[in-house]
């Protein structure tokens, strides 16, 4: 049934073939047209030495930004310009410079490792030799030959091994973070081939598909010329050896290249990666676009009245003002254009080079925090939080649904067995006296309880399937020789390794149970059975676990010639498969144990005698891989399989998994804090329900409604969604938003089970007939409306399926997924955020995560503590940014009504390049970093607060709108207060007169203060860095401004500024003025604040109200005690 | 990217491992420092804007402000200041004729005088100013038009004066100094006061000229090319600008200081007004000695040498006289701010404190079941 999904997503690409070392096939065979491959050159590196000024430039000024400043530049350098080209080339030169030597430095890294990796020399089968090639010489077709410990320079498909049955160990740690060895096996015809000159015989061709990114998949076939005559044999991934893996465990291996270079299935692999941006940064981009329509339109409006003004000519050129000839001539179209683009440079302060800037340099530094947080380092593991990438860190503030994997991630994925059950009787490992099982006496199903003579058959057989059907690998240590067969004298020097704990815990529980795995040895497996005898059985075939099929299988023989065929897998995919025995009690204990969130894999054991297995299973085996271009749907194979069983019994081993320390107190944390916490997981319902009601994600009074299989088989779909959405909806239709977005206590929950199979009927596009209806609108409707939604079964796409899902329903809300295994990187990578755990099942999860962390529970502080602050501080960053440069530009724009449209700026060149880079600069940032409007362990402690910056609530339009107003409405009071005291008068206590320049510096002191105090203002944190960097700014200000009008600077042709700044700090209404005009502008907002704050109080600040009179209170306490001694 | 990125990564790890903590073991090196600034856990002021914190601010702000712009409104109110348009626009306009008949050719300089009567004496310093309307000293061609070097003396700026000054650069093949549009249109109306006592006898007010430029403006910004000995000699081969009469180093005849670029009321044109309606200071009637007032009331004659056309541009000339406080001329402006400022805020404290006692004890009482 999932396999519907599954269908869809494989897409045939076209398919290539190679001959093993470059020989033609036989005449007579398919004529192929030889392709042509890449060589093995791996190139990282973006640019050459050559192309790098040129490429890297180009690179940057695709930004958007980047380019809007070098325009403005440029427009600077060409057209005669009120502001000198240095004010915006000089900023503009410093960022492009800064981040070229950066990526320079990164690719000159990059060029060096690919060199290295290049010119690595690895060995080539030649006419029979052993030949020492660079790696990137090496050609599609090419046999290579392959020591221990060498990793793999491309794509190999495994011909033989210096082991008899053809098999190689590969660890994968630097692909996936996996260290566990994994078994690969060469191909049946080629195995015996291992020496160069037998290597070189190989006549065969490969046919495969063309190169593609999954790293899990792979189809190919390969024709084996014996004698001319081409024998098919199916290639799959287990002969597939991916480039930057490590071969292990083996002396060495000869394997045939297929994919090179840049089509290796690495390469694809970080090719495809797409950056992700956050909600901030599409907010300020949209403020961006508006802050241009606001220049546009500035520079716009004054052309025409600069023209309008302009009509009488004695304006335009009074006498005491003559153009020069050159100008007189231009076009009056020439004339106005450059008068527009003038004035664009004029203005074009308001959109700030700095902004990005100091943004980028808030995400950078202030994801230190994360990596720096004590309290999310895990002791046990030595970890702590890693941050991949630094853009998001305000997106952790935002988020409103949480797809969260279940084992490993909500769970320890620390697997013991439990116990099994056999026909109905229960086994449990620890109840063993003496190698003697005793069945479990708790059980209430069991029928009878000394099992016969029959019964002790099947168990014993049983043991010996869960002995037999894995993939575990025996790691035996290396160090002493005397030891190395420990194994066989019952000692501990030997362990399991598997990439499922799954299968470890029923290898290690079946030793507690007597029969103990020893190895595999010449493709046969030896167990160590009660007896102390040794059993050898024949590995036959080996059909690995696959998320689709959801079960692996293994045909072994026995030593007295038997065939078994034994089939392990989630109970969902066995028990369909069942076909006599003692199902029903089987299934009420699978479900009685699920409630006690124990995990199920289900075996099913085949007899099978050997006739049957030749006839049948034989040709059906290699029919399902060998056509590889057919059958790459699975669904056929596995009911040709189990059409092929009789089965003997149905064991059921639960191995236990225990929830994470925290987890629970996590959760419940993020439902206050209004998030919609989602599970995915592939496990079984009732298992998955379990955990979750553990968790505290479903309560005691959820009310839960299930779509599930079982439900649709009863019911049509149709039906089904629009009974639940009628509950869902008459619950929520009476009721506002307001009383459900308090605490969950107070109204009905709902939660929702959903597993992948009606998802993936849910899911389907709409057909045409009107009846089927869009069901994912209804679907999203009813999940809207639920606390908590369950998704279990689920394929490791689903999840990104329903992920996608929620992100392209109509509020857009912000996803995050945390994760630890591999299934769950597509989620990871298709939610907003990405979280990895770093659990057991490797590293894949943590490599394509945006941050990892070590637990789930860090969860909760990622999300209330650090999302909360970034989201809060970066917002005031991008608030306060446009904010500044408003005040900072507008009274320019008010200035050109006054002075004839002449573009003369207000401020001097000086003040122009400096604002934004170092008088206004540092305050911002330092508050971006430290900023904490309410103390850590508030947040964490009533989770609730979340809420309060929820939808992106401190950048939404209005209070975009507020921030502009209050700009526009302090530059207004800036420069009409000093227009009013400039007013035909003078105001120094000599008569003597100002000019236009201490206007300016006038106003650019008040603006400089005003906008310092006004974050001052919103600062709720005064650390001394607060202190130092605030107030330190303002006087460097003042010491600036002392210094550049204290002298006469020889390199600058105009000495404009001259002692402006000294000889208007010597009038007193200067600085009445000053003092009046920075408490004039910031009245309105502290009044707002107040205002706000007294009426219509949020919850932070009401909380922050409660913390402050708590500390008062505290002072006054601790004052009050020392006055009574 | 790639196996390279790879490498990368690891070689970032192995490098904070290896400075976090050399040659412990990993595990250990990856532990975070537990600093309160790594934690975040730096002491901290965290001050809140509430209603009571901001009502005691806006009171005293309102208390303050009162004052202060009571203070300023009453100086401002008790500065005398007279002011004679003396442009000629009008027929009846004393100097209708010399506005009119305005060429820049003419050799006789035109001269008018306007009688104005002074109700109230003026005392202590008096200051001259003369003002021009419509007179756009800050557009932009106009501000950059002037080299600074020049005018600080440089002689290869002398012989070779700066682009910006433009079309006003050189004249007749020769370098202008001082160059630029500003130089060229240097206000050149010569005006006299006179009183005329009970007997109707003109006596002539001294009007001092020392003191109406910048200090630092006169003897640094400002300076003349190879000192104040010979400004013949040094100002040889360079052009008066087109539109004076009478070369730079000839500005002042009657004191040899204050000729060639530190010429004071040069200097004070050159300072470039903000708005375009501006005055400049221009001369300053010193304080008797005795008790009389340095002009007491009566009637008083404005001599003009009518030099300088403003009609072309619809502008207007003014000549104001003004006694100066503290806190500078006559304007109302601060004053009424300060007032308006001040009662806001105190209005405001009172809103606030309404506001306060309403609702603080509501948010409290809600605040108890939560």
Same mark, same amino acid.
């Given at each position: 049934?999932?396999?519907?999904?599954?269908?869809?997503?494989?897409?045939?690409?076209?398919?290539?073939?190679?001959?093993?070392?470059?020989?033609?096939?036989?005449?007579?065979?398919?004529?192929?047209?030889?392709?042509?491959?890449?060589?093995?050159?791996?190139?990282?590196?973006?640019?050459?030495?050559?192309?790098?000024?040129?490429?890297?430039?180009?690179?940057?000024?695709?930004? &958007?930004?980047?380019? %809007?400043?070098? !325009?403005?530049?440029?427009?600077?350098?060409?057209?005669?310009?009120?502001?000198?080209?240095?004010?915006?080339?000089?900023?503009?030169?410093?960022? +492009?410079?800064?981040?070229?030597?950066?990526?320079?430095?990164?690719?000159?890294?990059?060029?060096?490792?690919?060199?290295?990796?290049?010119?690595?020399?690895?060995?080539?089968?030649?006419?029979?030799?052993? @030949?020492?090639?660079?790696?990137?010489?090496?050609?599609?077709?090419?046999?290579?030959?392959?020591?221990?410990?060498?990793?793999?320079?491309?794509?190999? !498909?495994?011909?033989?091994?210096?082991?008899?049955?053809?098999?190689?160990?590969?660890?994968?740690?630097?692909?996936?973070?996996?260290?566990?060895?994994?078994?690969?096996?060469?191909?049946?015809?080629?195995?015996?081939?291992?020496?160069?000159?037998?290597?070189?015989?190989?006549?065969?061709?490969?046919?495969?598909?063309?190169?593609?990114?999954?790293?899990?998949?792979?189809?190919?076939?390969?024709?084996?010329?014996?004698?001319?005559?081409?024998?098919?044999?199916?290639?799959?991934?287990?002969?597939?050896?991916?480039? *930057?893996?490590?071969?292990?465990?083996?002396?060495?291996?000869?394997?045939?290249?297929?994919?090179?270079?840049?089509?290796?299935?690495?390469?694809?692999?970080?090719?495809?990666?797409?950056?992700?941006?956050?909600?901030?940064?599409?907010?300020?981009?949209?403020?961006?676009?508006?802050?241009?329509?606001?220049?546009?339109?500035?520079?716009?409006?004054?052309?025409?009245?600069?023209?309008?003004?302009?009509?009488?000519?004695?304006?335009?050129?009074?006498?005491?003002?003559?153009?020069?000839?050159?100008?007189?001539?231009?076009?009056?179209?020439?004339?106005?254009?450059?008068?527009?683009?003038?004035?664009?440079?004029?203005?074009?302060?308001?959109?700030?080079?700095?902004?990005?800037?100091?943004?980028?340099?808030?995400?950078?530094?202030?994801?230190?925090?994360?990596?720096?947080?004590?309290?999310?380092?895990?002791?046990?593991?030595?970890?702590?939080?890693?941050?991949?990438?630094?853009?998001?860190?305000?997106?952790?503030?935002?988020?409103?649904?949480?797809?969260?994997?279940?084992?490993?991630?909500?769970?320890?994925?620390?697997?013991?067995?439990?116990?099994?059950?056999?026909?109905?009787?229960?086994?449990?490992?620890? &109840?063993?006296?003496?190698?003697?099982?005793?069945?479990?006496?708790?059980?209430?199903?069991?029928?009878?309880?000394?099992?016969?003579?029959?019964?002790?058959?099947?168990?014993?057989?049983?043991?010996?399937?869960?002995?037999?059907?894995?993939?575990?690998?025996?790691?035996?240590?290396?160090?002493?020789?005397?030891?190395?067969?420990?194994?066989?004298?019952?000692?501990?020097?030997?362990?399991?390794?598997?990439?499922?704990?799954?299968?470890?815990?029923?290898?290690?529980?079946?030793?507690?149970?007597?029969?103990?795995?020893?190895?595999?040895?010449?493709?046969?497996?030896?167990?160590?059975?009660?007896?102390?005898?040794?059993?050898?059985?024949?590995?036959?075939?080996?059909?690995?676990?696959?998320?689709?099929?959801?079960?692996?299988? @293994?045909?072994?023989?026995?030593?007295?010639?038997?065939?078994?065929?034994?089939?392990?897998?989630?109970?969902?995919?066995?028990?369909?498969?069942?076909?006599?025995?003692?199902?029903?009690?089987?299934?009420?204990?699978?479900?009685?144990?699920?409630?006690?969130?124990?995990?199920?894999?289900?075996?099913?054991?085949?007899?099978?005698?050997?006739? %049957?297995?030749?006839?049948?299973?034989?040709?059906?085996?290699?029919?399902?891989?060998?056509?590889?271009?057919?059958? +790459?749907?699975?669904?056929?194979?596995?009911?040709?399989?189990?059409?092929?069983?009789?089965? /003997?019994?149905?064991?059921?081993?639960?191995?236990?998994?225990?929830?994470?320390?925290?987890?629970?107190?996590?959760?419940?944390?993020?439902?206050?804090?209004?998030?919609?916490?989602?599970?995915?997981? *592939?496990?079984?319902?009732?298992?998955?329900?379990?955990?979750?009601?553990?968790?505290?994600?479903?309560?005691?009074?959820?009310?839960?409604?299930?779509?599930?299989?079982?439900?649709?088989?009863?019911?049509?779909?149709?039906?089904?969604?629009?009974?639940?959405?009628?509950?869902?909806?008459?619950?929520?239709?009476?009721?506002?938003?307001?009383?459900?977005?308090?605490?969950?206590?107070?109204?009905?929950?709902?939660?929702?089970?959903?597993?992948?199979?009606?998802?993936?009927?849910?899911?389907?596009?709409?057909?045409?007939?009107?009846?089927?209806?869009?069901?994912?609108?209804?679907?999203?409707?009813?999940?809207?409306?639920?606390?908590?939604?369950?998704?279990?079964?689920?394929?490791?796409?689903?999840?990104?399926?329903?992920?996608?899902?929620?992100?392209?329903?109509?509020?857009?809300?912000?996803?995050?997924?945390?994760?630890?295994?591999?299934?769950?990187?597509?989620?990871? /990578?298709?939610?907003?955020?990405?979280?990895?755990?770093?659990?057991?099942?490797?590293?894949?999860?943590?490599?394509?995560?945006?941050?990892?962390?070590?637990?789930?529970?860090? /969860?909760?502080?990622?999300?209330?503590?650090?999302?909360?602050?970034?989201?809060?501080?970066?917002?005031? /960053?991008?608030?306060?940014?446009?904010?500044?440069?408003?005040?900072?530009?507008?009274?320019?724009?008010?200035?050109?009504?006054?002075?004839?449209?002449?573009?003369?700026?207000?401020?001097?060149?000086?003040?122009?390049?400096? %604002?934004?880079?170092?008088?206004?600069?540092?305050?911002?940032?330092?508050?971006?970093?430290?900023?904490?409007?309410?103390?850590?362990?508030?947040?964490?402690?009533?989770?609730?607060?979340?809420?309060?910056?929820?939808?992106?609530?401190?950048?939404?339009?209005? +209070?975009?709108?507020?921030?502009?107003?209050?700009?526009?409405?302090?530059?207004?009071?800036?420069?009409?207060?000093?227009?009013?005291?400039?007013?035909?008068?003078?105001?120094?206590?000599?008569?003597?007169?100002?000019?236009?320049?201490?206007?300016?510096?006038?106003?650019?002191?008040?603006? &400089?203060?005003?906008?310092?105090?006004?974050?001052?203002?919103?600062?709720?944190?005064?650390?001394?860095?607060?202190?130092? @960097?605030?107030? *330190?700014?303002?006087?460097?200000? @003042?010491?600036?401004?002392?210094?550049?009008?204290?002298?006469?600077?020889?390199?600058?042709?105009?000495?404009?500024?001259?002692?402006?700044?000294?000889?208007?700090?010597?009038?007193?209404?200067?600085?009445?003025?000053?003092?009046?005009?920075?408490?004039?502008?910031?009245?309105?907002?502290?009044?707002?604040?107040?205002?706000?704050?007294?009426?219509?109080?949020?919850?932070?600040?009401?909380?922050?109200?409660?913390?402050?009179?708590?500390?008062?209170?505290?002072?006054?306490?601790?004052?009050?005690?020392?006055?009574?001694? | 990217?790639?196996?390279?990125?790879?490498?990368?990564?690891?070689?970032?790890?192995?490098?904070?491992?290896?400075?976090?903590?050399?040659?412990?073991?990993?595990?250990?090196?990856?532990?975070?420092?537990?600093?309160?600034?790594?934690?975040?856990?730096?002491?901290?002021?965290?001050?809140?804007?509430?209603?009571?914190?901001?009502?005691?601010?806006?009171?005293?702000?309102?208390?303050?402000?009162?004052?202060?712009?009571?203070?300023?409104?009453?100086?401002?109110?008790?500065?005398?200041?007279?002011?004679?348009?003396?442009?000629?626009?009008?027929?009846?306009?004393?100097?209708?004729?010399?506005?009119?008949?305005?060429?820049?050719?003419?050799?006789?300089?035109?001269?008018?005088?306007?009688?104005?009567?002074?109700?109230?004496?003026?005392?202590?310093?008096?200051?001259?100013?003369?003002?021009?309307?419509?007179?756009?000293?800050?557009?932009?061609?106009?501000?950059?038009?002037?080299?600074?070097?020049?005018?600080?003396?440089?002689?290869?700026?002398?012989?070779?004066?700066?682009?910006?000054?433009?079309?006003?650069?050189?004249?007749?093949?020769?370098?202008?100094?001082?160059?630029?549009?500003?130089?060229?249109?240097?206000?050149?109306?010569?005006?006299?006061?006179?009183?005329?006592?009970? $007997?109707?006898?003109?006596?002539?007010?001294?009007?001092?000229?020392?003191?109406?430029?910048?200090?630092?403006?006169?003897?640094?910004?400002?300076? $003349?090319? =190879?000192?104040?000995?010979?400004?013949?000699?040094?100002?040889?081969?360079?052009?008066?600008?087109?539109?004076?009469?009478?070369?730079?180093?000839?500005?002042?005849?009657?004191?040899?200081? $204050?000729?060639?670029?530190?010429?004071?009321?040069?200097?004070?044109?050159?300072?470039?007004?903000?708005?375009?309606?501006?005055?400049?200071?221009?001369?300053?009637?010193?304080?008797?000695?005795?008790?009389?007032?340095?002009?007491?009331?009566?009637?008083?004659?404005?001599?003009?040498?009518?030099?300088?056309?403003?009609?072309?541009?619809? =502008?207007?000339?003014?000549?104001?006289?003004?006694?100066?406080?503290?806190?500078?001329?006559?304007?109302?402006?601060? =004053?009424?701010?300060?007032?308006?400022?001040?009662?806001?805020?105190?209005?405001?404290?009172?809103?606030?404190?309404?506001?306060?006692?309403?609702?603080?004890?509501?948010?409290?009482?809600?605040?108890?079941?939560?």
């Amino acid at each position: 049934t999932v396999c519907h999904i599954c269908t869809g997503e494989e897409n045939w690409v076209d398919s290539r073939t190679i001959y093993i070392g470059h020989k033609e096939p036989p005449s007579g065979t398919e004529a192929f047209i030889q392709q042509r491959f890449p060589d093995n050159r791996i190139v990282s590196s973006k640019y050459t030495f050559w192309n790098f000024v040129p490429k890297n430039m180009f690179e940057q000024f695709r930004r &958007v930004a980047n380019f %809007y400043f070098l !325009i403005i530049f440029l427009v600077q350098l060409i057209i005669d310009t009120p502001t000198s080209p240095i004010t915006s080339g000089l900023p503009l030169f410093f960022v +492009i410079t800064v981040t070229a030597i950066k990526q320079g430095y990164e690719d000159w890294l990059r060029h060096k490792a690919d060199n290295s990796v290049n010119q690595c020399p690895i060995h080539v089968v030649q006419h029979g030799k052993v @030949v020492r090639k660079q790696s990137r010489k090496l050609r599609v077709g090419d046999v290579v030959f392959m020591k221990e410990n060498e990793t793999f320079p491309c794509d190999l !498909i495994l011909l033989s091994s210096s082991r008899d049955d053809g098999t190689c160990f590969v660890t994968t740690a630097s692909l996936d973070g996996e260290s566990s060895h994994k078994t690969y096996y060469a191909v049946q015809d080629t195995k015996a081939y291992n020496t160069e000159k037998e290597v070189d015989s190989i006549h065969a061709t490969i046919e495969c598909e063309q190169p593609q990114p999954d790293l899990y998949k792979f189809v190919g076939r390969i024709n084996v010329y014996m004698d001319n005559e081409p024998v098919a044999r199916p290639l799959g991934s287990e002969n597939l050896l991916l480039r *930057g893996a490590t071969l292990k465990n083996t002396e060495y291996i000869y394997a045939v290249a297929i994919y090179t270079g840049m089509e290796t299935k690495m390469a694809l692999n970080y090719q495809s990666k797409t950056q992700k941006r956050s909600a901030v940064e599409k907010s300020m981009n949209a403020y961006l676009v508006v802050y241009l329509c606001i220049l546009i339109s500035k520079a716009l409006i004054n052309t025409v009245l600069k023209y309008a003004w302009q009509a009488d000519p004695n304006r335009d050129e009074p006498w005491y003002n003559d153009r020069t000839e050159p100008e007189r001539q231009r076009h009056i179209v020439v004339r106005a254009f450059t008068d527009f683009l003038a004035f664009m440079v004029l203005f074009n302060y308001i959109i700030p080079v700095s902004m990005y800037v100091t943004v980028e340099m808030q995400k950078f530094l202030g994801s230190y925090f994360i990596m720096w947080d004590d309290e999310m380092f895990d002791e046990e593991m030595g970890e702590r939080a890693v941050v991949n990438t630094s853009d998001l860190n305000e997106e952790l503030g935002q988020v409103e649904y949480v797809f969260t994997d279940k084992t490993g991630t909500l769970t320890e994925n620390n697997m013991e067995f439990i116990e099994c059950c056999v026909d109905g009787h229960v086994y449990v490992p620890d &109840v063993i006296c003496n190698g003697q099982v005793m069945p479990g006496a708790t059980t209430m199903d069991m029928i009878d309880t000394s099992p016969g003579p029959g019964a002790r058959e099947h168990e014993e057989l049983f043991f010996r399937a869960l002995c037999l059907c894995h993939t575990v690998q025996v790691k035996e240590e290396e160090t002493v020789d005397g030891i190395k067969h420990g194994i066989h004298q019952g000692k501990s020097t030997s362990f399991y390794i598997s990439s499922s704990p799954d299968e470890v815990a029923l290898v290690e529980g079946m030793k507690r149970l007597g029969f103990t795995y020893l190895r595999l040895k010449d493709s046969h497996m030896e167990i160590l059975n009660r007896e102390d005898e040794i059993e050898r059985f024949q590995l036959l075939e080996v059909l690995t676990f696959d998320s689709v099929r959801r079960r692996m299988s @293994v045909i072994v023989r026995s030593s007295t010639g038997e065939l078994y065929l034994f089939c392990k897998g989630a109970d969902s995919a066995i028990f369909p498969r069942v076909v006599s025995g003692k199902v029903e009690q089987i299934k009420a204990r699978v479900e009685h144990n699920a409630v006690e969130d124990l995990r199920f894999i289900s075996l099913l054991v085949i007899d099978r005698n050997p006739v %049957y297995y030749n006839q049948h299973a034989c040709p059906f085996w290699s029919n399902y891989s060998a056509g590889f271009k057919g059958i +790459i749907n699975t669904s056929q194979p596995v009911q040709e399989e189990a059409e092929l069983n009789t089965s /003997l019994c149905f064991p059921d081993p639960s191995p236990h998994d225990r929830l994470q320390e925290k987890a629970a107190d996590t959760i419940e944390s993020l439902h206050k804090a209004g998030m919609k916490v989602w599970v995915l997981t *592939g496990d079984k319902m009732e298992t998955a329900a379990a955990t979750c009601y553990a968790s505290k994600l479903f309560r005691r009074n959820t009310q839960i409604l299930e779509l599930t299989t079982k439900r649709t088989e009863e019911q049509s779909l149709h039906d089904v969604l629009f009974d639940l959405s009628r509950t869902v909806l008459r619950q929520h239709g009476g009721m506002t938003r307001d009383s459900f977005s308090g605490l969950s206590g107070d109204c009905t929950d709902y939660g929702l089970i959903i597993d992948g199979a009606t998802l993936s009927a849910v899911m389907r596009p709409a057909q045409e007939d009107s009846n089927s209806g869009n069901y994912k609108e209804i679907f999203l409707e009813i999940c809207r409306n639920c606390s908590a939604v369950l998704c279990c079964r689920m394929a490791p796409l689903q999840k990104a399926q329903i992920v996608k899902l929620i992100k392209a329903s109509k509020e857009h809300p912000i996803t995050l997924a945390i994760g630890d295994g591999a299934n769950d990187v597509s989620m990871i /990578l298709e939610a907003h955020v990405g979280i990895g755990i770093m659990g057991k099942e490797g590293r894949q999860a943590v490599r394509n995560s945006d941050y990892a962390i070590p637990k789930f529970k860090h /969860l909760k502080k990622m999300l209330l503590v650090h999302g909360h602050y970034y989201y809060i501080r970066i917002s005031e /960053l991008v608030q306060y940014f446009f904010y500044k440069n408003v005040c900072f530009i507008f009274p320019q724009f008010l200035y050109q009504f006054f002075c004839g449209f002449s573009q003369q700026p207000l401020y001097d060149t000086a003040y122009l390049t400096l %604002y934004n880079i170092s008088f206004t600069s540092l305050p911002i940032l330092l508050y971006s970093l430290i900023e904490q409007h309410i103390h850590m362990d508030i947040l964490r402690r009533d989770p609730s607060l979340y809420r309060d910056i929820a939808k992106n609530s401190l950048l939404r339009w209005p +209070i975009f709108i507020y921030w502009t107003v209050l700009g526009v409405y302090d530059a207004i009071v800036m420069f009409f207060g000093v227009y009013f005291l400039f007013d035909n008068t003078t105001f120094t206590s000599n008569g003597q007169m100002f000019g236009n320049w201490t206007f300016g510096t006038l106003v650019f002191t008040v603006l &400089v203060f005003t906008v310092t105090f006004k974050l001052a203002l919103d600062t709720h944190y005064w650390t001394w860095i607060n202190h130092f @960097v605030i107030w *330190g700014s303002l006087i460097f200000f @003042v010491v600036f401004s002392l210094l550049w009008g204290g002298i006469i600077w020889p390199f600058l042709n105009y000495q404009r500024m001259y002692y402006v700044f000294m000889q208007m700090l010597s009038s007193g209404p200067a600085w009445l003025s000053i003092i009046l005009l920075i408490t004039a502008s910031l009245l309105p907002d502290v009044l707002k604040k107040v205002i706000c704050r007294t009426l219509w109080p949020t919850t932070t600040e009401r909380i922050q109200v409660g913390a402050c009179s708590y500390m008062l209170s505290r002072i006054f306490f601790r004052i009050a005690s020392v006055i009574e001694l | 990217m790639m196996a390279s990125s790879y490498n990368a990564k690891e070689e970032d790890g192995h490098h904070s491992g290896a400075s976090n903590n050399g040659g412990a073991g990993v595990v250990k090196s990856k532990k975070p420092d537990n600093t309160a600034f790594k934690q975040q856990r730096l002491p901290a002021w965290q001050p809140i804007l509430t209603a009571g914190t901001v009502l005691p601010a806006f009171f005293v702000i309102g208390l303050i402000f009162i004052p202060i712009g009571i203070g300023l409104y009453v100086t401002s109110n008790n500065i005398k200041e007279y002011e004679i348009d003396y442009t000629g626009a009008d027929i009846n306009d004393a100097c209708y004729n010399c506005a009119k008949n305005f060429s820049w050719n003419s050799t006789t300089p035109c001269l008018c005088s306007v009688p104005f009567t002074l109700e109230q004496p003026f005392e202590s310093n008096v200051f001259m100013y003369y003002g021009l309307s419509n007179f756009y000293q800050n557009h932009r061609r106009y501000v950059k038009s002037r080299d600074d070097s020049q005018l600080n003396g440089d002689r290869s700026a002398l012989k070779n004066p700066s682009k910006e000054c433009e079309p006003y650069r050189t004249s007749e093949g020769k370098p202008i100094a001082p160059c630029g549009a500003i130089a060229n249109s240097l206000f050149n109306d010569t005006l006299e006061l006179y009183h005329i006592d009970s $007997n109707g006898t003109r006596n002539a007010i001294p009007l001092v000229k020392k003191g109406i430029a910048w200090w630092t403006d006169k003897h640094v910004k400002f300076r $003349n090319p =190879g000192g104040n000995s010979n400004l013949t000699v040094a100002f040889q081969d360079t052009s008066k600008p087109v539109n004076w009469r009478k070369p730079v180093f000839d500005l002042d005849p009657s004191d040899p200081e $204050n000729n060639g670029f530190i010429n004071e009321d040069f200097i004070v044109w050159m300072r470039t007004a903000a708005l375009p309606t501006f005055r400049k200071l221009y001369r300053i009637i010193q304080k008797k000695p005795s008790t009389t007032p340095t002009l007491p009331s009566g009637k008083y004659v404005l001599e003009i040498t009518y030099n300088y056309p403003v009609r072309s541009f619809d =502008g207007r000339k003014r000549m104001i006289l003004s006694t100066i406080s503290w806190m500078g001329g006559k304007n109302p402006f601060l =004053g009424i701010a300060y007032i308006t400022v001040g009662s806001i805020c105190f209005f405001l404290g009172v809103v606030l404190l309404i506001i306060h006692h309403k609702y603080d004890t509501r948010n409290n009482s809600a605040d108890i079941p939560s």
